[in-house]
C-alpha cells in the first residue's frame, strides 16, 4: 500500500529540440508533430498544455556534436533525424517562460559549449524574464565530434572533464552569488541604482579560466538556477552529490532506484548536505489504454511497427563511441566482442532470463526498461511503488510528440491527482520555492561560501597562473 | 524639395536591456520605464508598440564588461546604472520572435563572448523560431574589462581584433551557408529525414579556430542573419564593407553623411559587392513638441535637469579607456590632455565656433549632435534631407523608455506614412527580404562562396595547425 503522506511526486516533460529524441524512428507515426520543431508555436502549445496539466517541469536534454559514427559515418543519424537537427533550446526559453506562469522551464548545457561569463549572465537574464523558473542540467558531455566542434582533437578523459565542470561551476556560483551583494540594487530615481560597494569583481584564477567580473546582470529571482545532473559513474556521482538539486536516475525497477537513491544521499551527506536537498526523478515512458489489453496492443504496435531498433542501437553504441552498426540485429549477443558492451549484456540477462539474448534486445530493453504499460490506474499503482522506493518525480519520456503528453494528461493525471500523486495546482513563486520551499540554494551547498565572498579591495591572486600547465585548449 | 522617388527609411529602436543606454541619469524621469529591463512584459509591450507603429526592427546594442575606469574606478557605472547591468539580449529574443509577426530583430555580439560554433546554432534556432527576423551586429569589443572577463589580461589589438572576426564570420558562414546543401532537409514520414549526402563537416582549421561540424541546425528561412556592422576605423570599415549588409552611421549632419557612405559604397564596390547590397542607418534622437517653442523648451529641459553630463563624460571616455573623471564639467576643454581626445575638441571647435568649450561641452555635442528637436512636420522636413544625402535609415534612440517611442509613434509616425518616409504596411517574408527582396544573401557576398563547397570526402587540411602560432588565448 502506498504511503499517502507522501508528497506528490514531481513530472518534468523530458523532451528535445530535434526530430527523434529517445524513441527512435517514432516520428514517422501518423500521430507525430516531430517534425514541427523549428517552431516555436509548436514548443509554446506544449509549454501550455504542460501548465495545464500541472506539471512541474519542461526539460531540453541536449547535444553539441553527433554521436559515435555508426557503420563508418553518420549516414544513420541524419537520415532518420537522430539528434541532428539539434537546435539551441536555451533561446526559446524566454517564449516558453512568456506564455506559461508557473511551469519550470530546465535546459541542458555542456560545459564545453560556451565560456562561464557568458553562460552565467544569459541564465541570470533568463531566471529574471520567467521569474525565477530556469534550472540548468549540467553535463560535460561525451561525444568526440562535439568536442570536435570546440577545438579538440579528442574527447577530454572523464574524470579531467568533471574536474573542468567543478571549476565551470566555480565560476558561475561566484558571479551568480557572490558578485552582487544582497540589496546591492537600490533603483532609486532621486539616488543610487546600485551601491557600489556591494557590486563586486570575482578574479576568478583557475586552472580553465581567468575571469575578473562583476557580474553583468542583477540577482535574479533564484540567483544560481536549479542545478540538475545525471552522473552515474563514481566521479559523476561525486559531482552530483556534491551539486545538484535534481538528479535523473534510471533504473529497471524501483528497488534499484532506491538503492542508487540511498547512495547519492550518502554521498551527499559526505559533502554536508542534506538528504532533502536532492530529489531524484526516474526517467519513465508510458503507454496508456482504456484497458490493459488495449494498452499491451499498443505497446505492441509501437514494438513492430514503428521503433526503428536499428536507430536504437545506434543510439546506444554511438554513446559509448562504439560502432556496433556491422551487427545483424538478430544475431546472438555473443558476438559482440567488446568489453563495455558485455558488461551490459550481463546485466540484462541476468534480468531476462530465458532464451538467448540477440542484437535487437540489446536496443530494446535499453530503451523500453522503463516503460509503463496499462490503464491510468496500473500506472498510478506502479508510480506509487516508485514513489514508496524514494522517488520524487518522473522525467516523462515521450514516443510520440506532443500526443503523448496530451495523452497522460487527459487520461493519467486525473487519476494521479485523485491518488496525491499529481499536484492539483501550482504554489507560488520561483521554481526552487515550488520544489524545495526557498527561492535561493540553502546555506548547505557549495555556492553558499562565495556569499559576501568578494567584499573589500580585490585583486588578482599573487601566485602564478595555473592556466599555464594546462594543456588542452579550452572553449576555442 | 526631398526626392519622393526614394523609398521610405528603415526605422530601428536602438535600445539596450540595461538601465542607462545612451542619454545617461534619464531613467530618473518621472516618465522613464527604464529600470523595468528585467521584466520579460516590458519588453514584450515595446516590441508590440514598434510592430503596430510600422518599425522594422528592434535593435539590441550590449556590452560584455565595464566602460573603463572613471575616478579611478568603476563607481560611477554602478551608481548610474550607465550599462551595468547589462542583460543578455539575445535570449530574450524568442519572446519578442513569438509576441509579433513581422517586427526584425537584432541584437549585438561580441566576437570574443561566445564560440562560433554555438553561436551559429544559437541564431539558426532563432532564425527558425522568428521565421527569419534576426540580424546581428557583429562587434569586437573594446572594453578591457570584457576581455579580463574571457581569460584576456589585456584588450587584443584593434587590427588584430578585425583578423579575429574576420575568421569567426568564416566559421559562420561555411556552417550557415556550406554545411547544408539545398534540399538536404527531406522530413520524408516514409522515407529520409535528411539526405546524408547534403549534410556536411566543415573542418575548418584556422588560426583561431578548429570546428569539425557539421552544423546541428538545418537552413532556417535566412540562413546567415542579417549582418550589421559599425565600425569606423580603417580596417572597421574595410570590414564593413565586406561583411556588412546594414551600417550604421553616426554624423552631424547629412552632408558628413554622405561622404561616409559613398565612401564605403565605393569600398563595397573593391570587394565585389554592389552599393544596393547596403543599407545605412543614422543614429538620431528626437524632442517631438506640438509647436517649435515646445519642443525647445521640453530639449532644454532635459539637459538641464535631467541628463548626467558627468555620465556622458563617463561614458564617452570610458569608451575610449581614458578617465576624464577628475575633469571638472565647466572647466576648459583645454586642460584635456590627451591626444586622442583634443582631436576630437578641435572637430567639435570647428563645428560649435563661438564661445570656448567646456568639458561639459565635450559630453554635450558627442550625445546630442544628432538630436533633431521641433513638430512633427519639422522633424519629416529634416528626415527627409536625412534621405536625400543618402541614408536609408535610422536607427532611432531614446531619452526616456518606452515612451519616445510611444510618442515618436503616436505624433511622428502619421507625418511620415503620409509623406512616404515611414513605411504604413510590412512587406511579407523575411527580415531580408523586408529591406533587400531575397532570404539569402545574393551571390556577391562573401558567405556565399561556401555554398556547395563542403561537398564530397573531406577531412582536415594536411597543414600544420595554424593555431599553434596564435599566442593570445582565445574565448577561455
Known sequence: MSNPDRPPLIFSAFVMNTTSHIYQGTWRHPDARNLEHNSLEYWVELAKLLEAGTFDLIFFADVV???????????????????????????????????????????????????PFSFARKISTLDHASGGRIAWNVVT?????????????????????????????????????????????????????????????????????????????????????????????????????????????????????????????????????????????????????????????????????????????????GSLGIDLGHHDLDAPVGEINVETVQGIIRGLERAHPGRPLVVRDLARFMASANRIVGTPEQIADRLAEWRDAGVDGVNVMNVVRPGDYEEFIEHVTPVLQRRGLQRTEYAEGTLRRKLFGTDRLNDRHPAARYRGAFNGPRSWPEAADPRAVEAAPVGR
Open 141 to 317: 558531455s561525451y561525444l568526440k565530434n562535439a568536442f570536435a566542434n570546440f577545438g579538440y582533437d579528442d574527447i577530454v578523459a572523464h574524470d579531467a572533464r568533471y574536474d573542468w565542470a567543478d571549476e565551470y561551476l566555480d565560476v558561475a556560483y561566484k558571479l551568480w552569488e557572490g558578485s552582487w551583494d544582497e540589496g546591492a540594487l537600490v533603483q532609486d530615481k532621486a539616488g543610487l541604482h546600485a551601491d557600489f560597494d556591494k557590486v563586486h569583481k570575482i578574479h576568478h584564477l583557475g586552472r580553465n579560466y581567468k575571469v575578473e567580473g562583476p557580474h553583468l546582470v542583477a540577482p535574479s529571482p533564484q540567483r544560481t538556477p536549479l542545478i540538475f545532473q545525471a552522473g552515474s559513474s563514481p566521479r559523476g556521482q561525486q559531482f552530483a552529490a556534491r551539486h545538484a538539486e535534481g538528479i535523473f536516475v534510471s533504473s529497471p525497477t524501483p528497488e534499484v532506484a532506491r538503492q542508487q537513491i540511498e547512495a547519492t544521499r550518502q554521498l551527499a551527506a559526505a559533502h554536508g548536505r542534506s538528504p532533502e536537498d536532492l530529489k531524484f526523478l526516474a526517467g519513465l515512458s508510458f503507454v496508456v489504454g482504456s484497458t490493459e489489453e488495449e494498452a499491451r496492443r499498443r505497446a505492441a504496435d509501437l514494438d513492430e511497427n514503428w521503433i526503428d531498433w536499428d536507430g536504437h542501437l545506434a543510439h546506444f553504441a
Open 65 to 115: 556534436g553527433l554521436y559515435g559514427d555508426y557503420r563508418g559515418d553518420y549516414r544513420k543519424y541524419v537520415e532518420t533525424g537522430l539528434q541532428i537537427p539539434a537546435n539551441d533550446p536555451a533561446v526559446i526559453a524566454s517564449a516558453l517562460a512568456y506564455a506559461t506562469e508557473h511551469l519550470g522551464i530546465a535546459f541542458t548545457s555542456a560545459v564545453v559549449q560556451e565560456h
